[in-house]
């Protein structure tokens, strides 16, 4: 069975859903397939012990819906990862969303048909009306940019007598850790957020580190009922302040160089930083991931704020970073992170000094020692950006595939579409500010931007839209001459690819920021959707058939 609509979504996450109601609110037909078997996206999948968000709770919420925003109710200003999922569930149960998802459904296969300007898409699995294939005018991918885990493995793994967990597949059944010896293998944020938590609970915990990475206080707290109520009446406030900043998280740099500020006024900027923005400390002045020297100033200062934190001083030279400038690793918001080494039941293992060998019966064999585990937990990251994107084969005009047009690294035009690749659209992806950013905030924006398309397209009726060549190259060598303007290529990471072997070196992210991206987005538009071939020879062909 074939089901047709007009638009098909991949992914029930925070974009897809968007992207779901607004298309639909144009009355347009949609359906969203879905891997999982729930809505929820990351949020469904990383239910690991201290998952929460690193953008605020009124920050990271839809802003589609004024009577949503003052209806819904944060307990903490740095949302759990079970209240988000309550409030995902919350959104696609008032909005009606549910009826137009499949779940159980990975996609396989999504080929464009150049003679009827349709993508034909396949899944494994889903549909209770048994439909394996859908056709529509329209693809979006709304995969996320962290959702394909890497699937680490050691040798020996399968003689392991404990239970192997990995973070971002956590199981929905109770993970019994207390009183267990646990190992946590990496130290991103899923690592340094599950630290501090079953450090409380097991009777020993191993924490298993190649590299020492920033990581700022979430300062976190619950949500006053004054705090709840200003955040409400102010929400059309905050919503453009994040609009207008780089980041979309409101904050605005101070406008000198970090250097240029006298050292007493830069401490107390940094002071008033630490103990408040999180993940906007980067923010803290406008050059900080721009100037070595001003990088500097804040990476000191981070590291001095470490050392009042961790009593051994063997153990503190290890978690201290070194080497590379903050932020150019997406530093983590932590909520106790350091602390918890100073526990007579935690422990760090410098794997960069004595690295992982095998896995065995009772645990792990470092080149050092064997340490017995009840269970080993996985925080080894993802195939950040396109890992999500290159799942399924995608085949676009004469049979070239993503993967083949990515064989060198992603291009695109804006970071939402890709020339060969008609009536395609990707949110938040490469070439997007995309992990640079909120990325709700980036959603929610390109979402509306390709509403706009759409409708400009159906009103002219255009049946097919696709980026041009020039338009690719020319965007492709901007991204890459505002990365040159920054500190991230002196630092090997995932928004370079270097956390895949084999995965090209190239910077992924758009680091222009918020404001600049939405500003090319609208030029773009009253241009015409400059760098759009816009066709409507497909429908007068379909026409003449007939």
């Not at 962290?146 to 993970?175: C, H, M, N």
């Not at 956390?499 to 609208?522: A, Q």
């Not at 959707?529 to 066709?535: S, V």
Request: charged share 25%; proline share 5%; glycine share 10%.
């Amino acid at each position: 069975m074939i089901a047709q609509v007009d638009a098909v979504v991949i992914g029930a996450g925070f974009a897809g859903l968007r992207a779901l109601y607004t298309l639909r609110s144009m009355g347009m037909s949609v359906a969203v397939l879905e891997a999982g078997d729930d809505v929820g996206g990351v949020w469904h999948f990383n239910r690991y012990p201290g998952a929460r968000c690193d953008v605020e709770s009124f920050d990271y919420s839809y802003r589609f819906s004024p009577e949503l925003e003052q209806e819904w109710r944060w307990s903490e200003r740095y949302a759990t990862q079970p209240e988000i999922l309550r409030y995902v569930s919350h959104v696609v149960d008032r909005f009606d969303l549910r009826r137009d998802i499949t779940f159980n459904a990975q996609v396989t296969r999504a080929t464009y048909d150049e003679t009827r300007a349709l993508w034909d898409i396949e899944v494994d699995g889903g549909g209770n009306e048994g439909a394996r294939r859908w056709q529509a005018g329209k693809l979006i991918l709304a995969v996320g940019q962290l959702s394909t885990p890497k699937d680490t493995v050691y040798p020996g793994q399968e003689t392991f007598g404990g239970r192997i967990i990995y973070s971002a597949k956590w199981p929905k059944d109770d993970v019994e850790l207390a009183g267990k010896r646990v190992a946590i293998i990496g130290t991103g944020s899923s690592g340094v957020q599950m630290t501090p938590v079953i450090a409380q609970v097991a009777s020993h915990l191993s924490v298993f580190q190649r590299t020492a990475n920033f990581s700022i206080p979430a300062a976190n707290a619950p949500m006053s009922d004054e705090e709840d109520r200003t955040g409400k009446a102010n929400y059309r406030e905050r919503r453009e302040a994040a609009r207008n900043s780089p980041s979309g998280l409101g904050f605005v740099p101070d406008t000198r160089s970090a250097i240029d500020v006298p050292e007493a006024e830069r401490q107390a900027a940094y002071e008033t930083a630490w103990n408040r923005l999180g993940f906007g400390f980067a923010l803290t002045f406008k050059d900080i991931l721009l100037d070595e020297r001003s990088n500097e100033t804040a990476s000191e200062f981070i590291r001095s704020k470490i050392a009042e934190q961790v009593d051994d001083p063997a153990v503190l030279e290890k978690l201290t970073p070194r080497g590379f400038p903050f932020g150019t690793r997406r530093p983590s918001v932590d909520s106790g992170y350091f602390p918890a080494f100073n526990r007579a039941n935690v422990d760090l293992v410098d794997i960069s000094e004595t690295p992982i060998e095998a896995l065995t019966p009772l645990g792990i064999r470092t080149s050092a020692a064997e340490i017995p585990f009840d269970v080993i937990i996985y925080a080894t990251g993802f195939d950040a950006f396109t890992g999500s994107l290159l799942k399924p084969e995608i085949t676009g005009r004469g049979g070239l595939t993503l993967r083949e047009k990515w064989s060198a690294g992603p291009t695109s035009y804006l970071g939402l579409g890709v020339h060969g690749f008609p009536n395609m659209f990707i949110i938040v992806g490469p070439g997007s500010p995309s992990l640079l950013s909120n990325v709700l905030l980036s959603s929610e924006e390109q979402i509306d931007w390709l509403a706009a398309l759409f409708e400009f397209a159906r009103s002219r009726g255009i049946t097919e839209i696709e980026v041009t060549a020039e338009a690719e190259r020319d965007w492709v060598a901007h991204v890459n001459e505002r990365a040159e303007e920054t500190l991230y290529l002196k630092t090997p990471s995932y928004y370079l690819g270097a956390e895949m072997p084999g995965k090209p070196r190239v910077f992924m992210p758009y680091s222009g920021g918020v404001r600049g991206y939405r500003r090319i987005l609208e030029k773009t538009a009253a241009k015409g959707y400059e760098g759009f071939m816009l066709d409507t020879a497909v429908q007068q062909a379909n026409a003449g058939d007939d």
